[in-house]
């Protein structure tokens, strides 16, 4: 029977994909060998690369007329495994001494999801974007491999979200003015890795990102969350790092001192041969640039070979983007797509004009509205983050 016939294969390909050092995690190996699958919704091949617990977006499959990422075809990025949480008991506990009136864990202010929902409500795009993607280039292109999800440039996407402004609900609630920082924490299982119980996948931000833009989110793509991607409530934290945007949110602390936990001091930090030991906390994500092509793809010689992809930034609009079909020796602007009335990432386009057969390096390096450039090399950082060089993509015309 097919419902049972998949989650059998997926456990199966997960358990042989992540390796032994997976498996070594109590909960994903229980999983794994109780042929549970770790995402929920399907992972058609075509659409995605399937990790076990994460899965990309295969660029080939993004097509040039639609500018949204719809929540089927969105990279999943899982710690452990997807919970399947029921909205009907559903609760957003808030509590902390950051509050105008201060309240422990016990006396929180509970939300219940019908609650949140008849609040007023908000549309956004934005780009979401795992802190990791591109992390298999420091390999492939730099020689130097980063461990971690070998993402290559899917770890990402637009996605018009539906939700309410986290000001509105710290606003009604009354936050006391010395708060600094809330700390987000998910209802999924524990992470445990190496043999050590992180807890909870949790991370502070701090209260201006609050106040600004963050968003607690039911919705996209006109839908419900599905439950990859945080059913019934996520948090989302625009132009951030993904790992900000925690999903299924069971609790928000607002503290008047600074908050931490190891995905804010022992990972999605940069620490590395270049740099101190004191690093702070990623928050804005980089500039990138990804052709919606295959790796290697075989393109058909006219005269006027045309070029589609998108760049973004997590600090705003982009304002150019300069196309090499010669490996980085010359470089010629891209048009822009702007005008479809979304402010996430950018489409362009480029006429290659005369293409000769055979083997060719094409690249495409975006500059953001704060003057940001993608570079030709990334510093390497023991995470794997922030690969924002531009990549040497391989195609050949035939
Ligand atoms: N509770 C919880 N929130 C989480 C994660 C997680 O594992 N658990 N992963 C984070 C990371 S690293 C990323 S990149 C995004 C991915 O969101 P998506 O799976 O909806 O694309 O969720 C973030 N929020
Ligand atoms: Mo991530």
Redesign the pocket.
Known sequence: MNSLARPTRRGLLAAASVGAGLLAVPGLAQRALAGAPFILKPLPPQWFVDFGTNAEMRWDSVSPRLYLTSQER???????ATPTIDASTYRLNIFGDGLSRPRTADQALSLSYADLRRLPRTRLTTV?E??GNGRSFFGTQQGTPAAGTQWTLGAVGAVEWEGVRLSTVLRRIGLDPRAVSIMAT?L?ANYVTGGVDYGP?RRPFSIAKALDDALLVWGADGHDLLP???YPVRLLLPGWV??G????LGSLEAATTEQTSPWNTKWYRMTGPTYPPDSPPLTVNPVRSAFELAWGAALVQRRILPLTGRSWSGAGRIARVDISVDGGTTWERADLRHGSGHEAWTQWEYEWRRPERGDHVVMARATDVAGRQQPLVTPFNDGGYFFDAVVRHPVTVV
Do not use: E
């Open positions: 969105l990279f999943v990025r899982d710690h452990v979401h795992c802190t998910g999924d996948v990859d991607h945080g993904g790992i945007s925690i999903k299924w």
